[in-house]
Structure formats: structure tokens, C-alpha cells
């Protein structure tokens, strides 16, 4: 894909070295002369353009990625290049970071975000985790609140020890996508069985996280 991040913070050249490590091309959107530093992240290509301004991403080019990136320190900044990204250029994914969690509320669909990204939940989602057994851990909002990616780690002496995934009784509007266990990374099907701190992650409405954790925290009849 053919990705550009707006910000070339500390933040957007991690993202840029990650997705160049993935084979993707990157272009780097920085308004400050001064953050123009290429030796970073030399395989990305670098513009120096305000990415709020309609001619300055025309120019870039914008119209011709599948993803954009609005990766700032400026939530202010990452809605406005979310917006124009999506209704002027089209683009099909927008994903956009938030800095301070009481703008969340604004990164829905209403300006042209499809993934936002908040750094302190995500943050706060990893605490959890690694003092949560058997809790449901929301990692991530996706498609402005419709659906959420969560994790669950069973509990070493959970029931559902040996029993295979197809008798999982999951409700509707839910899925599950991964096991971790160890450093197996195993897309479940039906046959396979679930162990104990085995952790799974899920895609669920909102509705139903609590029927989820239900499901996977049975207890001993």
C-alpha cells in the first residue's frame, strides 16, 4: 500500500520505519522545516507541506494513497487532515491519533476518521492486561464505535480447558480471531482446543463484550 503519515514527529517516523519494514511506501507530511531530517528514515519520501492546506496535499499527491496517517501532536491538526483526506481525496482508510482523550468523542466518521488511535487507553489497555485474568480488555474502537477489538486471557484452571473452539458460545455480533498461547500465534478453527492463559482476542459490538466475557469465564457446574 501506498501509505502517507502527516507528522514526522517521533511518533509518525516509528510508524514510517514499521510500514517500510512491511514493504510499503511511505511518504512523511511535516510542516516544520526543521523536523525534515531524511538519514531517520531514508527509505520514506519526504515532503515539507502544511497537511492541512487542500493545494499543499494535492501537490504531495494524496489522491493517490490507499492510507492516510494523521499522526501529529495537534488533535486539532489530525481531524482537519482526517476530513480533508477522506471527502476531498477519497482515501479509503484514515486513521488518526488522539492526543488528549477528552477529543475523543470527535474522531468518528463525522470527520472522515475510520480507526483512532488514543495512546493513553491503548496505554492503559496494556496495565490491565498484565494484571487481568479472566477480564475483558478493550485494545481498540473500530469503525467509529461500532465494533471493538478486545482481549480475554483465560484463566489457568479455566473449564473450557480441552474443549475445542466450535463449542464456544459466543453471541452474535462477536468473533473470535487469535490465540495467543506462548509464542504461537494460532488463527483458531474448529477442531482446535483452548488451554488455559491462553489469550484470545475478539471483535465485538459494544452490546455484547459482556456476553463475551460471560462465555469465556464459565465456571465449574
Do not use: Y
Request: charged share 25%.
Amino acid at each position: 500500500m501506498r501509505v502517507a503519515i502527516a507528522g514526522a514527529g517521533a511518533v509518525g517516523r516509528s510508524i514510517a520505519a514499521e510500514l517500510l519494514d512491511s514493504q510499503h511506501e511511505v511518504m512523511l507530511i511535516e510542516r516544520d522545516l526543521s523536523a525534515i531530517e531524511p538519514e531517520t528514515v531514508e527509505r520514506a519520501e519526504w515532503v515539507n507541506a502544511d497537511a492541512c492546506e487542500l493545494a499543499s496535499l494535492e501537490e504531495a499527491g494524496l489522491q493517490s494513497c490507499d492510507v492516510v496517517i494523521a499522526a501529529t501532536g495537534d488533535d486539532k491538526v489530525n481531524l482537519v487532515v482526517s476530513l480533508l483526506a477522506k471527502m476531498e481525496f477519497a482515501v479509503r482508510r484514515v486513521v488518526a491519533r488522539v492526543n488528549d482523550p477528552r477529543n475523543e468523542w470527535l474522531f468518528d466518521e463525522t470527520w472522515g476518521v475510520d480507526v483512532a488511535v488514543s495512546t493513553p487507553r491503548m496505554l492503559a489497555a496494556v496495565v490491565e492486561e498484565a494484571v487481568s485474568v479472566g477480564d475483558l480488555v478493550r485494545l481498540m474502537t473500530l469503525r467509529q464505535g461500532q465494533a471493538n477489538l478486545v482481549e480475554v486471557t483465560l484463566p489457568e484452571a479455566t473449564p473450557l480447558a480441552g474443549r475445542p473452539v466450535r463449542d464456544l458460545r459466543l453471541p452474535t455480533d462477536s468473533a473470535l480471531l487469535v490465540i495467543l498461547r506462548g509464542g504461537r500465534v494460532i488463527v483458531p478453527q474448529g477442531d482446535d482446543s483452548l488451554e488455559g492463559l491462553d489469550e484470545l482476542l475478539l471483535v465485538a459490538s459494544p452490546d455484547v463484550e459482556e456476553d463475551v466475557r460471560a462465555a469465556l469465564n464459565q465456571r465449574e457446574s
